[in-house]
């Protein structure tokens, strides 16, 4: 008796869990809300505002992707009625030394980018200026959200992974954590090189 009855009572409590789990929820009453409670849902609601945007702003890679980018940024810019500013930022050995002062056929061909989109927007109506940044992307957008008067920016994002994220950074990562203004992230269907190569 001493021997089986340990072993009846650890087989009567596997048989009986079970059991109890298919039979008792159903038998449970559902809870009880008291009325004139108010719940997460209308209190965010209440809460709801919605933000101005009067200028927005776009990180461009100089790459087939951005014309999703852009057509994003446009279609919000015309919802809003706001100006609509073009990012770049030049990345190659000089500027990341020297930055602004660095000047070569690189960024002029993308001062000559940004300029040539820019035209072609503001035939849709659009106020729209070009920035051309200089150095590490992430740090570059992060100034230049901080010293302009952005309320909005719009920034691409390839869905690397792994070591690609390690080789070729992290600006998303980077830039949305270090931002205080709202960060739309546009996916561009992969990894794209540029077009210059």
Same mark, same amino acid.
């Given at each position: 008796?001493?021997?089986?009855?340990?072993?009846? $009572?650890?087989?009567?409590?596997?048989?009986?869990?079970?059991?109890?789990?298919?039979? =008792?929820?159903?038998?449970?009453?559902?809870?009880?809300?008291?009325? &004139?409670?108010?719940?997460?849902?209308?209190?965010? /609601?209440? %809460?709801?505002?919605?933000?101005?945007?009067?200028? +927005?702003?776009?990180?461009?890679?100089?790459?087939?992707?951005?014309?999703?980018?852009?057509?994003? #940024?446009?279609?919000? #810019?015309? /919802?809003?009625? %706001?100006? =609509?500013?073009?990012?770049?930022?030049?990345?190659? *050995? @000089?500027?990341?030394?020297? @930055?602004?002062?660095?000047?070569? +056929?690189?960024?002029?061909?993308?001062?000559?980018?940004?300029?040539?989109?820019?035209?072609?927007?503001?035939?849709?109506?659009? *106020?729209?200026?070009?920035?051309?940044?200089? &150095?590490?992307?992430?740090? %570059?957008?992060?100034?230049?959200?901080?010293?302009?008067?952005?309320?909005? +920016?719009?920034?691409?994002?390839? @869905?690397?992974?792994? $070591?690609?994220?390690?080789?070729?950074?992290?600006?998303?990562?980077?830039?949305?954590?270090?931002?205080?203004? *709202? +960060?739309?992230?546009?996916?561009?269907?992969? %990894?794209?090189?540029?077009?210059?190569?």
């Amino acid at each position: 008796w001493w021997t089986w009855a340990p072993v009846m $009572l650890v087989a009567l409590a596997i048989t009986a869990g079970p059991i109890a789990l298919i039979v =008792l929820p159903p038998v449970r009453p559902d809870p009880v809300w008291p009325s &004139g409670r108010v719940t997460l849902s209308r209190s965010v /609601a209440a %809460a709801l505002r919605m933000p101005a945007v009067h200028h +927005l702003a776009v990180a461009l890679e100089h790459s087939p992707g951005d014309a999703l980018i852009l057509g994003t #940024a446009v279609r919000m #810019a015309k /919802a809003h009625g %706001a100006k =609509l500013t073009l990012l770049h930022a030049v990345v190659t *050995p @000089g500027t990341m030394l020297y @930055g602004s002062d660095s000047r070569s +056929l690189h960024s002029e061909e993308d001062q000559s980018y940004l300029e040539q989109l820019a035209r072609e927007i503001e035939d849709h109506d659009l *106020p729209v200026e070009t920035q051309l940044l200089y &150095g590490d992307p992430a740090k %570059a957008l992060i100034n230049a959200v901080r010293e302009n008067d952005f309320d909005m +920016l719009v920034l691409g994002a390839h @869905g690397h992974r792994g $070591l690609q994220d390690l080789l070729l950074g992290q600006t998303v990562t980077h830039v949305r954590h270090a931002i205080a203004i *709202p +960060l739309v992230i546009v996916p561009t269907h992969g %990894a794209e090189s540029a077009q210059r190569e």
